[in-house]
């Protein structure tokens, strides 16, 4: 009985190349990673307005000594993402959107630096 099943999984198997099967299921796998990479970093760029706005607005609350901090920029990030369209956290994932915040910290940084000076300045400015 169990000789029947062997040899028919046998004759199956024999017709099957796993290895060249492995390779198509790994290259179909990394075009799809890829594929999916640059879905994000276009959707990421058709919403950077909105996104740096709710990451500078994040930020001004931070002192200026944690932003030099990658920890607590990325833990910002984190709780950034919370704050975005539910469209955009839908197709972005978390950890993707972060990576992307980090690589853009610095012009992000300016942006807040400069909020926080012309608001100091318009605050001691006694015309206002």
Request: aromatic share 6%; proline share 4%; glycine share 4%.
């Amino acid at each position: 009985m169990f000789k029947g099943i062997t040899d028919k999984a046998k004759a199956l198997s024999d017709g099957i190349n796993i290895t060249q099967n492995l390779a198509d299921a790994k290259n179909l796998a990394m075009e799809n990673i890829a594929s999916g990479k640059l879905k994000a970093i276009e959707l990421f760029e058709q919403h950077r307005p909105e996104i740096e706005n709710i990451l500078v607005n994040g930020l001004l609350t931070v002192a200026e000594e944690k932003l030099q901090d990658n920890e607590t920029l990325q833990r910002v990030f984190e709780k950034g993402y919370e704050a975005l369209p539910m469209a955009v956290r839908l197709l972005l994932p978390r950890t993707t959107f972060v990576e992307f915040s980090m690589k853009e910290k610095e012009p992000l940084l300016l942006k807040v630096q400069d909020y926080k000076r012309k608001r100091t300045a318009a605050n001691s400015d006694p015309n206002v």
